[in-house]
C-alpha cells in the first residue's frame, strides 16, 4: 500500500462550486501536510501547508487536516476556470534530517465556465 | 529571479544516446532532487542530494547518475538512454530544515524527454 492515496479523477465541476480534494495516509509519523498545484505542462508549486492537525485557510483555499483518521482535505470555494490544474498532496515527517517530502498521484480538476 | 532552473525544456534522443539534464538553483537550498512524472505513476522520486558532496539513490535510480560539486547544481546523467526513460523530469529543492513553510519543494518548470 503506498502511503499516501489520492484519487486521481479526473473532477469536473462547474464554475463557482466548492471543490473537495481530498488524500489518506497510512503513516502516523507524517507531521507536514502540503497542497501543490500543478498547471498542464509546469511544474507543480506549493499552494498550501498545515502543520498537524487543523484547519489553514487562504483566499478560496483551505486546507485540512484529521490525524485520527489520517485524511487530508483540500476545499476550493467559488472554484474559477483558473483553478483547472491537478492538485497533488504531499506530506513529511518531523524527524530530523529528514528532507523527502511523499506525494500523491494527483488529482486532475477542470471547472467549466 | 530566484528558483529553480532546468534546461533543456524538450530533447529527443535515440535510444543508447547518453545525455545529461541540467538543474540549478539560486536560494542556497541544502537539499535537491530529481523526479520523473508519468501517467498515472505520478512523481517517482530518482535521486536526491543533501548537500555537495552527498548524493543518494530515490525509488527509480537505474539508469541515471548524478551528482554534487556546488550547492548550486544538480545534474542527472542518463547513461544509455532507453524507451522507458521516455518522461516529464523535475528537479525539486527545498532548504529542508528551519520553519516548516522551508520543507516545501520548489519545483522546476521540467524536462521532456523522448527516446525513439
Known amino acids: 500500500q503506498k502511503e499516501v492515496e489520492q484519487d486521481p479523477g479526473p473532477l469536473s465541476v462547474p464554475e463557482g462550486a466548492i471543490v473537495s480534494l481530498n488524500c489518506t495516509y497510512s503513516n502516523s509519523a507524517f507531521q507536514y501536510f502540503m497542497w501543490y498545484r500543478q498547471y498542464s505542462r509546469k511544474g507543480p508549486e506549493l499552494l498550501m501547508y498545515?502543520?498537524?492537525?487543523g484547519n489553514k485557510e487562504d483566499g478560496r483555499f483551505t486546507a485540512q487536516v484529521d490525524k485520527s483518521s489520517k485524511y487530508i482535505s483540500l476545499f476550493i470555494r467559488d472554484s474559477q476556470p483558473s483553478d483547472s490544474a491537478t492538485y497533488l498532496c504531499a506530506t513529511k515527517d518531523s524527524g530530523a534530517g529528514s528532507y523527502q517530502l511523499t506525494f500523491g498521484k494527483g488529482t486532475k480538476l477542470s471547472v467549466i465556465p | 529571479n530566484a528558483g529553480v532552473t532546468q534546461t533543456p525544456k524538450f530533447q529527443v534522443l535515440k535510444t543508447g544516446q547518453s545525455m545529461t539534464l541540467q538543474c540549478a538553483q539560486d536560494?542556497?537550498?541544502?537539499?535537491m532532487s530529481w523526479y520523473r512524472q508519468d501517467p498515472g505513476m505520478g512523481l517517482r522520486l530518482i535521486h536526491y542530494?543533501?548537500?555537495?558532496?552527498?548524493?543518494d539513490q530515490g525509488e527509480v535510480p537505474n539508469g541515471y547518475n548524478v551528482s554534487r560539486s556546488t550547492t548550486e547544481d544538480f545534474p542527472l546523467r542518463l547513461l544509455s538512454a532507453a524507451p522507458s526513460q521516455t518522461s516529464v523530469y523535475f528537479c525539486a529543492s527545498s532548504f529542508g530544515t528551519g520553519r516548516p513553510l522551508d520543507y516545501g519543494y520548489t519545483f522546476g518548470s521540467g524536462t521532456r524527454l523522448t527516446v525513439v
Open positions: 536560494m542556497n537550498h541544502e537539499y
Open positions: 542530494s543533501v548537500g555537495a558532496g552527498i548524493t
Open positions: 498545515t502543520y498537524s492537525s
